[in-house]
């Protein structure tokens, strides 16, 4: 086994089955399988939230499949502790019963508290902001520094 203490940091999580959002003001993805997981400063277990345990800069990317329930935009939009991060997001206008890819990428700080103890983390998830179904959900999350 190898000592996960020294390797770069980074996730691979997805979810290749259908989620149902049926709710106008959709939900929040779900990513079910770790594919890579590595190192010590993100945890996922499963499920919709990813966790950055340790200060520094992040690199997050998302995609997913979208068949739009009715026509109009629908967008995924990344959180950071239940806040919209600025700029992560990503919006289609699809037609009904049309299947459009989505991705975006963004860079999470998480800024580092005083005195020499981190208490600072980050806890991302994936909205969705219309009704629709989701497919081939991905998050890549990799810790630059």
Known sequence: MANELYQKSALDAVTIAEQEFTAVDGGVLEF???????????????????RLLKAGLYLVTVGADILATAAGDVTLQLFNNGVAVPGAQATITA???DTEHVSFEALVHVPFSCCGYNTNTGNLTVGIDAAATVTNAHIVVAKLA
């Open 95 to 97: 037609a009904a019963a």
């Open 32 to 50: 079910n399988q770790n594919n890579v997981w590595t190192g010590k400063s993100i945890f996922h277990t499963g499920g919709a939230n990813v």
